[in-house]
């Protein structure tokens, strides 16, 4: 033994050291996998000295909160097999996947857990299923667009109630709007008298100042009356003073100069009022002008969404084979939408 | 040939080592709903809810069966927690109402899950600083002392000699304190949580043997300017000042969590699944008190 050990010593120590190797191995891979316990034929989550927190436990201690869970497992359903998938939906839901990892990874290293958890309240149970939900996301986009399309007459009330339109800004930041320089007081001049001669649109181009809209002929996109509040979902980056000037115009009207004072300075708006027909704004080109007019409408009757899935999932076989999940859903949805089932 | 086992060995060790156990319900086939061809199992439910909100909820759980060996519920206890919902049945329209939507089916019910457990917290919060009297002293240094805060050492120094002289703190500190001082001669409770004291002085006044003039000038600085300090040690005994390092550490986080983590400890509490593991390894590494490896490498 000794002299197989001796004539072959290089070997065998190349064998110590892959053992050695291995086991380090698998004590890595193993070191934080946790062992399951069972009790009275219940499977163990967690425990304590004297007792056990069994994954019934923990079923029974989420009801207070599952409703939602429970409607968007529903929604999903409901969704996926009403929205034929295209393979325009699956571009945009790839392209809603990329910005979602792009945001989620700028903002933690940990993100893939984050997201994990997240996608779980709406009804996916891993990271792996990002994209189904991306896709769930934008066929639910087609499915409001699709209903919206079909009843605009009767949900457009609620909407025009909050005065849509589209607007175009100009845009003069000045020192002191009571004590204008020469020069501001000279380009305002030449602002206010090209308006008489040209279009709103030619002396945005040619003189305003605001960097995102210049470009555009001063086109500032979709405003409403929630637009003016500061807690508001609009994504309008128009100054709510100039917003609240531009609801009381109408259609091709520009309102006088605007004093507004933020944080980054003083400026002085024109406002102009392009569009006010709901129907034309609701079919606009631009897709962020017809996707925000999309939200307006869905978020000017809390109910909306909650019909709109409904007339869907009535095209379904719907049933709920246990009672409490019934009774969670519903108090969901009433709480949620304020329907009735 | 003689090699196939052993390396049929390594390989098998290695696949059955590649995941940790997961718990899941009894009846997780049962089906709770059909929409068109997608059928739900309470299995579905009860996954989405164990990764949303499934690890804080088990903590909860843990910390009432803590609650259940270490503070009993009480017939005070219950009937504060009843005063409670008397009052927010007053004062709020609907709170019956309210409560349901929440998921609760009634007031018992809401008092039996929520109010009666808050009070049991508190009570174990409380228990804490008799019990981990050792921990809280090596931790957090707490001492009752009489500080003057002085605008530099010259001043200071005089200060130090009146003290020394017998003149009482607060008159001491009429003469010699800065304007508007934090510290002016009055009883004040001193921990390591106390952030415009040096440590030195924090830490001279928890290991002082005797009550009495501390013989030495310290100096902090505080919001750029440097201020310096004389200080009176009242008393460092536990026993004497539990009720102002109650008051004073109680609603801190920290405390919190380290009281949270004591009783942990005190029971042994260990994971059986490994999502819930990898969330509290992510996000309170502290709570998995069976591996204090974890804790320790994020320090």
Redesign the interface.
């Known amino acids: 033994m000794t002299d197989i050990l001796r004539n072959n010593w290089f070997v065998v120590l190349i064998a110590i050291i892959i053992i050695g190797f291995?086991g380090y191995?698998?004590y890595d891979?193993?070191k934080?996998?946790?062992?399951?316990?069972t009790t009275n034929?219940?499977?163990?989550?967690?425990?304590?000295?004297?007792?056990d927190?069994?994954?019934?436990?923990?079923?029974d201690?989420?009801?207070?909160?599952?409703?939602s869970?429970?409607y968007n497992?529903?929604k999903n359903?409901?969704i996926?097999?009403s929205i034929k998938t295209t393979k325009d939906l699956k571009k945009q839901a790839s392209t809603l996947e990329s910005n979602i990892k792009s945001n989620a990874s700028s903002q933690s290293d940990?993100y893939e857990?984050t997201l994990?958890?997240e996608?779980?309240?709406y009804?996916?149970?891993?990271y792996e299923e990002l994209n189904d939900y991306c896709l769930t996301s934008v066929k639910e986009k087609e499915m409001n667009k699709k209903y919206i399309t079909k009843h605009f007459d009767e949900v457009k009330k609620a909407w025009e109630d909050k005065s849509p339109r589209t607007v175009s800004i100009i845009k003069m930041d000045v020192s002191d709007a009571d004590n204008l320089t020469e020069t501001e007081t000279k380009k305002k001049s030449n602002i206010d008298k090209a308006l008489e001669k040209e279009s709103f649109a030619d002396v945005a181009k040619a003189f305003s100042e605001d960097s995102n809209t210049a470009n555009k002929n001063g086109f500032a996109g979709y405003v409403d009356s929630n637009s003016t509040s500061s807690g508001s979902n609009s994504t309008s980056t128009v100054p709510a003073d100039v917003v609240t000037a531009a609801i009381g115009l109408k259609k091709g009207e520009t309102s006088d100069w605007i004093t507004v004072t933020s944080s980054s300075g003083t400026s002085l708006y024109k406002v102009y009022v392009k569009e006010t027909n709901s129907k034309k704004i609701f079919n606009a080109k631009s897709d962020t002008v017809s996707n925000q007019a999309l939200y307006a409408i869905l978020n000017s009757d809390s109910s909306l969404s909650y019909k709109i899935l409904d007339s869907y999932?009535k095209k379904?076989?719907?049933?709920?084979?246990?009672k409490d999940?019934?009774k969670?859903?519903d108090?969901y949805v009433k709480?949620t939408y304020g329907g009735d089932q | 040939m003689k090699k196939t086992p052993i390396l049929f060995v390594c390989a098998a060790m290695m696949l059955t080592g590649c995941s940790g156990a997961t718990a899941t319900i009894k009846d997780k086939d049962e089906t709770i709903m059909t929409i068109g061809d997608t059928k739900y199992t309470k299995g579905d439910e009860y996954d989405l809810l164990k990764i949303s909100t499934g690890t804080d909820l088990t903590m909860e759980l843990v910390k009432q069966a803590i609650y259940k060996q270490e503070v009993k519920v009480t017939k005070e206890m219950k009937e504060k927690a009843q005063e409670q919902v008397n009052n927010y049945k007053e004062n709020m329209e609907n709170f019956d109402e309210q409560i349901q939507s929440l998921g609760y089916k009634n007031s018992t019910q809401y008092m039996n899950k929520v109010l009666i457990p808050s009070l049991q917290a508190s009570e174990l919060t409380e228990k804490y600083f008799t019990d981990a009297k050792k921990d809280i002293q090596k931790t957090y240094k707490p001492s009752k002392a009489r500080i003057i805060q002085c605008e530099n050492k010259a001043t200071a120094k005089k200060a130090l000699k009146a003290l020394k002289n017998g003149t009482d703190p607060e008159e001491v500190a009429q003469q010699y304190m800065v304007d508007s001082a934090k510290y002016s001669g009055k009883e004040t409770l001193v921990t390591t949580k106390t952030t415009d004291l040096s440590t030195r002085l924090i830490n001279t006044l928890s290991k002082t043997k005797k009550a009495g003039v501390i013989d030495e000038v310290f100096t902090n600085e505080s919001s750029g300017t440097t201020y310096a300090y004389v200080a009176v040690l009242v008393s460092n005994t536990y026993k004497d000042i539990k009720d102002d390092v109650y008051t004073t550490l109680s609603s801190d986080d920290d405390v919190t969590k380290a009281c949270l983590v004591y009783y942990l400890k005190k029971y042994n509490f260990e994971v059986h699944d490994q999502d819930v593991f990898n969330n509290l390894k992510a996000n309170n590494p502290e709570y998995l008190v069976s591996r204090p490896d974890l804790s320790e490498s994020d320090d």
């Open positions: 291995i191995f698998i891979t193993n934080d996998n946790v062992s399951a316990k034929n219940e499977q163990v989550i967690a425990s304590i000295n004297k007792d927190i069994t994954a019934d436990d923990l079923y201690e989420s009801t207070p909160y599952d409703g869970t429970i497992m529903y359903a409901v996926d097999q940990d857990s994990t958890t996608l779980a309240k009804g996916y149970a891993s999932a379904l076989d719907i049933k709920f084979n246990d999940t019934k969670k859903f108090s709480t």
